[in-house]
């Protein structure tokens, strides 16, 4: 399974992004998708899951600011990014879990945001 991560760029603040992640290679459902995030000098952190069933997670500091989303086609994930601001800077990752006998993560190459104030 490969998971595909796009969307990342250099935004002013106030400014919005759309993070694009695919996971393939997989012919089941990933039952969970997420976006993490790690800026220099800071542990990886959580920013958003989502369900199979549709289920969203957020962590406070984006709540109310993001959105993430599923696609209609298999697999694929988004991250709607508004109201950004320059602690939003971090290069991130998109995850994706899958759930059979046993459980598998996977993780995405890393896609920089850097916001500007």
């Known amino acids: 399974v490969q998971l595909q991560a796009s969307g990342g760029g250099l935004v002013q603040a106030g400014g919005s992004l759309r993070l694009s992640c695919a996971a393939s290679?997989?012919?089941?459902?990933?039952?969970?998708m997420g976006w993490y995030r790690q800026a220099p000098g800071k542990q990886r952190e959580l920013v958003a899951t989502?369900?199979?069933?549709?289920?969203?997670n957020y962590a406070d500091f984006v709540k109310g600011r993001f959105t993430i989303s599923r696609g209609n086609i298999k697999n694929t994930a988004y991250l709607q990014m508004n109201n950004l601001k320059p602690e939003d800077t971090a290069v991130y990752y998109c995850?994706?879990?899958?759930?059979?006998?046993?459980?598998?993560?996977?993780w995405g190459q890393g896609t920089q945001v850097t916001v500007s104030s």
């Open positions: 290679g997989s012919v089941f459902v990933m039952n969970v």
């Open positions: 995850k994706a879990v899958r759930v059979l006998r046993d459980v598998a993560d996977y």
């Open positions: 989502i369900t199979s069933g549709g289920y969203t």
